[in-house]
């Protein structure tokens, strides 16, 4: 399962987003459904109602009723996780909804995130590993 971040879901409704192509080009490699946690889809939302009114939140949400996005629980230890790896880039701020997502990768095992956010790059799992970021 590849995680989801904000950009690229906001970018694949919006096609006045500049990396609209790019992302949905990238979706079409992807193997679904795209995972991701509450914090992300609670600023996609919010993002996609400034940019695109209900029309682009309903898009979202429908994303969900298809199950081509699933939406993970945030369970304690997660949060704690999310919580310690805000602590550990306080210099590289990292916000909840990209932590809770690190976080979800280790306890998963996941390798890929569909991200337009180059501070995936710079993340690192536990073991030193990084996420395969998409689009590269």
């Known amino acids: 399962m590849t995680l989801a971040d904000a950009g690229p879901l906001i970018a694949l409704i919006d096609a006045g987003e500049p990396d609209h192509d790019r992302c949905r080009l990238a979706l079409e490699r992807l193997p679904l459904p795209l995972l991701t946690t509450w914090p992300v889809f609670t600023e996609a939302i ?4 400034r940019a695109a009114g209900w029309p682009g939140q ?3 949400w429908r994303m969900v009723e298809r199950r081509a996005l699933v939406l993970a629980d945030i369970e304690d230890a997660l949060v ?13 701020p990292m916000d909840f909804a990209d932590a809770t997502l690190v976080a979800l990768a280790e306890a998963r095992d996941l390798r890929e995130i569909f991200t337009l956010d180059s501070d ?16 590269d």
């Open 46 to 49: 919010y993002l996609l109602g």
């Open 120 to 135: 995936f790059r710079t993340y690192q799992l536990r073991g030193k590993r990084h996420l395969s970021v998409i689009p």
């Open 58 to 60: 309903d898009a979202l």
């Open 80 to 92: 704690a996780r999310s919580a310690d790896l805000m602590r550990r880039y306080k210099d590289h």
